[in-house]
């Protein structure tokens, strides 16, 4: 029987993921390597990214895109959050006193277009000012699946929802990417600080949608 899902542990450190993973989540597979250095990742645990609840971390943006949930566990025993639901304000999450992250689960299979583009100011050791991540499936020509997890443009991680129903159901092209472009551009309410300006911000959210149609290319 094939697995539903991949249970990654929150102690595991990044690069353990990373090694264990073997490649089944390509879209970890791109943003392992733009998280910090190896000296952290070497140390950093998917919980505590987690824990921190931070807007601009790395990590939220892909588990938003690849649709998983967090396992929650404390002495009165577990529950699983949709990570869509767990974020619930700047730095604040639906997780109770003497709750931890336990493990994060990874629905398979994995949308088969990836990308995560992090902009930030240097290549390495540095936080994200924007960090967008895309999950797409493209059959005969047209979106079927759509997730796209965003960073650094809201109080919290959040999906692209607005963009997403725009690109779903559509063709993969041009034209497609074109007003998706516009309607990722205008997706969260990107603050004005000292990584960036919330113009610059909303340039790079769009330009991000452009960039993935020129990578990954027409289907
Ligand atoms: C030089 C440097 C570069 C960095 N670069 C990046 C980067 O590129 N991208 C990025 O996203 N972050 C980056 N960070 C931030 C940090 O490394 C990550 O957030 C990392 O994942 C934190 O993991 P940790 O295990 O060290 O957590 P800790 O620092 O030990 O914990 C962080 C918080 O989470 C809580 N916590 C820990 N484990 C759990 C759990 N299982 N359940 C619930 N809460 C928990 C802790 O109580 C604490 O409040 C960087 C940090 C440094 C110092």
Do not use: C
């Given at each position: 029987?094939?697995?539903e899902?991949?249970?990654i542990?929150?102690?595991?450190?990044?690069?353990?993921?990373?090694?264990?993973?073997?490649?089944?989540?390509p879209?970890?597979?791109?943003?392992l390597p733009q998280?910090?250095?190896?000296?952290?990742?070497?140390?950093a645990?998917?919980?505590?990214?987690?824990g921190?609840a931070s807007p601009?971390g790395?990590?939220?943006?892909?588990?938003?895109?690849?649709?998983?949930?967090?396992?929650?566990v404390?002495a009165?025993?577990?529950?699983?959050?949709?990570?869509?639901?767990?974020?619930?304000?700047?730095?604040?999450?639906?997780r109770g006193?003497?709750?931890?992250?336990?493990?994060?689960?990874v629905?398979?299979?994995p949308?088969?277009?990836?990308?995560?583009?992090?902009?930030?100011?240097?290549?390495?050791?540095?936080?994200?000012?924007v960090?967008?991540?895309?999950?797409l499936?493209?059959?005969?020509?047209?979106?079927?699946?759509?997730?796209v997890?965003?960073?650094?443009?809201?109080?919290?991680?959040?999906?692209?929802?607005?963009t997403?129903?725009?690109?779903l159901?559509r063709?993969?092209?041009e034209?497609?990417?074109?007003?998706?472009?516009e309607?990722?551009?205008?997706?969260?309410?990107?603050?004005?600080?000292?990584?960036?300006?919330?113009?610059?911000?909303?340039?790079?959210?769009?330009?991000s949608?452009?960039?993935?149609?020129?990578e990954?290319?027409?289907?």
């Amino acid at each position: 029987m094939r697995a539903e899902h991949v249970e990654i542990g929150a102690a595991l450190t990044l690069s353990e993921v990373e090694r264990l993973l073997a490649g089944r989540l390509p879209l970890l597979d791109a943003v392992l390597p733009q998280f910090a250095s190896r000296l952290i990742r070497n140390g950093a645990t998917i919980g505590g990214n987690l824990g921190t609840a931070s807007p601009i971390g790395d990590l939220p943006p892909a588990l938003l895109a690849l649709d998983a949930s967090v396992v929650l566990v404390s002495a009165a025993g577990e529950r699983e959050v949709p990570l869509d639901g767990y974020f619930t304000g700047y730095r604040r999450t639906v997780r109770g006193p003497g709750e931890l992250v336990r493990a994060v689960r990874v629905p398979l299979p994995p949308a088969p277009v990836a990308a995560f583009h992090k902009i930030a100011k240097r290549r390495f050791d540095d936080i994200s000012s924007v960090a967008v991540a895309f999950a797409l499936d493209v059959a005969d020509g047209m979106v079927t699946r759509a997730a796209v997890g965003l960073g650094g443009v809201a109080a919290t991680p959040v999906r692209a929802t607005a963009t997403e129903a725009a690109l779903l159901g559509r063709p993969w092209d041009e034209e497609t990417v074109r007003a998706g472009a516009e309607v990722l551009a205008g997706e969260g309410t990107p603050l004005d600080d000292h990584r960036a300006s919330a113009a610059y911000r909303r340039a790079m959210l769009g330009q991000s949608l452009r960039r993935l149609f020129h990578e990954a290319g027409a289907a």
